[in-house]
């Protein structure tokens, strides 16, 4: 399971990363109703290339990713201990032999163009500042026809000015955006397929991490310390506020390169 660094590495947010999947390979990105969301299968005569994945999940678990032969899976971070993490997680799900982990920028993917054939992030665009440079990024390295699923946070559409403050300041470190997503997607050459609401979802999720973070509070400031364990819970509380007020959701979008 190797651990490489790529040659173009900038660090602008050390949570930037991005996620690519391989020919044949599925990536299931979340549920949604109780129901699997979408998950491409893409085929390609040509020779699959790889997979990327950034913010692979702090404990490992943010990704579920099935491959198929000969597909391979290439997980793309900047932080080092994510992506050996998620080398654990291939491991222990048998797919560590076709498993490569390289850091690098996800505005600067040292790839060729044209080199995958489905690409998957999650919450990566809300936490980088120059998210049409990103899309554009991940165009270039998508073959004709490849398909790219991603998960956002945003701001609602329509807010006040003082609703869209509090949204950015409850929100991840780059959640404003100027132009909607499916906007964006068009700019970069990108074709939206498919979008889906899953702020339900992501409340749920979110009032489950701050249960779990006062249930385990000693634990926890024994590795933060109290002071920063105390930002973090009050934190995560204003997005909570956030998204019970309208003021910030989560979607899901499919979208195909253009010719």
């Known amino acids: 399971m190797p651990l490489r660094e790529g040659r173009r590495v900038r660090t602008f947010s050390r949570d930037a990363g991005a996620a690519f999947a391989a020919a044949t390979m599925e990536v299931q ?14 085929s390609s005569s040509a ?32 932080p080092l201990a994510p992506l050996r993490i998620a080398l654990e997680r291939a491991a222990a799900d048998s797919i560590s032999q076709r498993c490569e982990a390289i850091a690098a920028d996800v505005a600067a993917l040292p790839f060729k163009d044209a080199s995958f054939d489905a ?69 970069s050459g990108w074709c939206l ?26 634990a926890l400031a024994a590795v933060f310390g109290s002071d920063e364990l105390a930002e973090r819970m009050k934190r995560r509380q204003a997005t909570i506020g956030a998204v019970e007020a309208g003021l910030l959701r989560r979607e899901l979008f499919v979208a195909q390169a253009g010719q």
């Open 193 to 218: 397929q498919e979008r889906t609401d899953l702020t339900a979802a992501f409340l749920q999720a979110m009032r489950a991490h701050l249960e779990g973070m006062h249930a385990r509070a000693d």
């Open 47 to 78: 020779r699959p290339r790889g997979c990327l994945t950034g913010a692979p999940g702090r404990d490992g678990r943010g990704s579920i990713l099935r491959i198929a032969p000969p597909a391979t899976l290439l997980l793309v971070d900047l």
């Open 119 to 187: 690409l998957s992030h999650s919450d990566v665009l809300c936490c980088t500042p120059d998210k049409l440079a990103v899309l554009r990024g991940c165009r270039h390295v998508a073959r004709a026809g490849a398909k790219m699923v991603f998960t956002v946070i945003a701001p609602a559409p329509s807010l006040a000015d003082s609703e869209r403050q509090i949204a950015i300041a409850s929100g991840p470190p780059f959640v404003d955006v100027a132009e909607d997503y499916a906007v964006l997607l068009d700019r």
């Open 29 to 42: 990105v979340g549920r949604r109703a109780g129901k699997q969301s979408a998950s491409p299968n893409c």
